[in-house]
């Protein structure tokens, strides 16, 4: 399932059969309350129709501040133990690889930073 990406709103490929999520992309939408609905309803079928452990491939541009705080809200509302987040920065983004070290720490949760 696909959310396709647009110049506000990052690509969005879950695999069902996989338990993957991938998103990419820059998120900055005009409607962040649509955008992330839909995250999370496809987040829920993911989790419901795959019978493999959640990971959450995450590789953003950039992201604004109401962005950033309604990631934070998704994330909490996806943290199992089971689940695995991937954090992919480029090299040198280092305001990137921070926000998703900064994310681990709020979130108490482990974050597999990654640099690409």
């Known amino acids: 399932m696909v959310i396709p990406q647009t110049l506000h709103t990052p690509l969005v490929v879950a695999s069902f059969d996989e338990g993957i999520i991938s998103i990419k992309g820059k998120i900055i939408p005009e409607n962040p309350d649509e955008f992330f609905n839909q995250?999370?309803?496809?987040?829920?079928l993911c989790l419901t129709k795959s019978k493999a452990p959640l990971s959450l491939n995450i590789q953003l541009d950039y992201f604004n501040t109401t962005s950033s705080k309604m990631l934070a809200r998704?994330?909490?509302?996806?943290?199992?133990?089971?689940?695995?987040?991937?954090?992919?920065?480029?090299?040198?983004?280092?305001s990137i690889r921070e926000a998703g070290e900064d994310y681990s720490v709020l979130l108490d949760f482990p974050f597999n930073i990654v640099e690409i």
């Open 39 to 44: 995250l999370e309803i496809l987040t829920t």
């Open 74 to 94: 998704y994330f909490k509302s996806i943290i199992r133990d089971d689940l695995k987040i991937n954090w992919h920065f480029e090299k040198g983004d280092d």
